[in-house]
């Protein structure tokens, strides 16, 4: 049974599942990193005890979620040399570099000062402790960096040259490599989805226990901030969404297309097919619902702008088109819901019933993981509009594949699949009921750690013990 099945297929369901385990982590230390920064400086200048209960209380979570993301990280290391050894072998002179300096870089720079960050507290001054903080999340950013370049390079490879055995190695410069003509859209993009993601995480959490305890100060505190950048950062993201499209329309445009349903070329302007079942055999989007022209108005920015078909392309150029076309509209329609989460949160702020409606707290706990769904449709929707190619027009994905049977493969996924579901739903049920538990005055830190450390005087740690007042008790904000 398990002969008939296709070993490449089975291989890109293997990479697909674990990498969407893992992507989720990063996604989400990356923004909480960052968060964490902002809360100790806010403390460090305001002396405010509210921040420093935050600090500790997320602290806490990002430690179990920074774990799970670099354990989540190794397999998918591993793969590259089982599943497609092919393509390790013809892109590793330029896909092991840039890893590589994604490891002696922002690896070594986590790992410095994550120690510092999460058992530091009372053992470093202040401003040390904030350094660290500072830099564990400067080298989240930087691994996003790193990766965001192999993955841009393997979408709009530029700046290489093929060797007598096959391979892609460098050209003139690395630079050209590094900024390949997609990276600086898919980093801003990436990068700013990974701050919405911790944000309606956060946002959710504190909903959740304004729910119980509209007093709570804790909650009270980072429900205002995470609304705050939804208000903020979700309009950007929309802008920098809309520029990463017109840049991949340039450069991969049966992959838009496909976004699109656009199966025919519209020489006097497309339209924008808003739902549809896309058919693939028979190249059309069965009861479309459509508005005229608009295709070409966002894609273009001109409604009149001809634009080509996936009949124009060849068959075999053309990726899942349900796939792609599905998981776009799953990521602009969270997108659209986190736009409107924020102008409604704007809107009670300004009535200062920021922290009494309840509907909006509810609508906030719903949206909470609506950021983790968006990723990974973003992440489908570039990946899968890809294929057939591993190397965007150069490398075919099944050209790259080892030569591997499919029992072989099929096993090491049930595998994946019962350990993953095992091990990270485990540890998903601990960051919840960590997250279940309100913020407090006293929050205490990351437990079992000890008091002093072998020849280290304590310093003065995050006062807990501050005042709580928090403008917002009153209602304002």
């Known amino acids: 049974m398990l002969e008939q099945l296709d070993a490449v297929l089975l291989a890109r369901v293997q990479f697909a599942f674990t990498v969407s385990f893992h992507f989720v982590f990063p996604a989400f230390s990356i923004g909480l990193a960052s968060y964490l920064m902002v809360l100790e400086g806010l403390w460090l200048k305001t002396g405010r005890g509210v921040y420093a209960n935050l600090y500790r209380y997320w602290l806490k979570i990002f430690a179990v979620g920074f774990g799970m993301g670099v354990v989540s990280g190794i397999v998918l290391s591993y793969q590259f040399g089982t599943n497609w050894s092919v393509f390790s072998t013809k892109a590793g002179p330029i896909i092991g570099p840039l890893m590589g300096y994604e490891v002696i870089t922002a690896f070594f720079l986590e790992a410095g000062f994550l120690g510092v960050m999460l058992f530091g507290i009372n053992k470093v001054g202040k401003r040390l402790h904030f350094f660290a903080t500072c830099m564990v999340a400067i080298g989240t950013f930087v691994s996003a960096f790193w990766i965001l370049s192999v993955n841009s390079w393997m979408q709009t490879p530029v700046g290489y040259e093929i060797n007598e055995q096959g391979q892609f190695i460098v050209g003139s410069s690395w630079w050209d490599v590094i900024f390949s003509p997609s990276f600086p859209y898919r980093l801003v993009h990436t990068v700013t989805a990974a701050y919405l993601t911790t944000a309606f995480a956060v946002g959710g959490v504190g909903a959740w ?23 903020i950062v979700t309009p950007v993201q929309i802008i920098a969404g809309d520029m990463h499209g017109l840049n991949t329309l340039e450069h991969q445009p049966v992959k838009v297309l496909a976004m699109e349903g656009d199966f025919d070329p519209s020489p006097d302007g497309a339209p924008l097919i808003l739902f549809g079942i896309p058919d693939q055999e028979a190249a059309k989007v069965h009861y479309k619902v459509a508005i005229p022209k608009l295709g070409s108005l966002i894609l273009k920015h001109d409604p009149n702008a001809p634009l080509p078909g996936l009949t124009d392309y060849p068959r075999e150029e053309w990726p899942p088109v349900a796939v792609v076309f599905w998981s776009f509209r799953i990521m602009v ?122 020849g280290i005087t304590p310093a003065s740690s995050l006062d807990v013990a501050a005042p709580q007042h928090d403008g917002g008790a009153h209602g304002k904000s």
């Open 209 to 231: 226990h304004l729910l119980k305890d509209r007093n709570n100060v804790g909650a009270r505190k980072m429900f205002s901030m995470a609304m705050w950048m939804a208000v």
């Open 333 to 454: 329609a969270i997108g659209i819901a986190m736009l409107a989460l924020g102008i409604w949160s704007l809107i009670a702020r300004r009535g200062k019933r920021l922290y009494q409606s309840r509907p909006l707290h509810r609508a906030a706990v719903m949206m909470g993981p609506a950021g983790f769904v968006a990723v990974i449709a973003g992440w489908v929707t570039t990946e899968v509009g890809r294929q057939p190619y591993t190397v965007y027009g150069l490398l075919k994905t099944a050209e790259s594949a080892s030569p591997l049977d499919a029992p072989a493969v099929a096993v090491s996924l049930i595998a994946f699949i019962v350990v993953y579901s095992a091990v990270f739903g485990m540890g998903v049920y601990y960051l919840l009921r960590l997250m279940a538990n309100p913020p407090n005055p006293g929050e205490s830190g990351l437990p079992n750690v000890p008091s002093h450390a072998a």
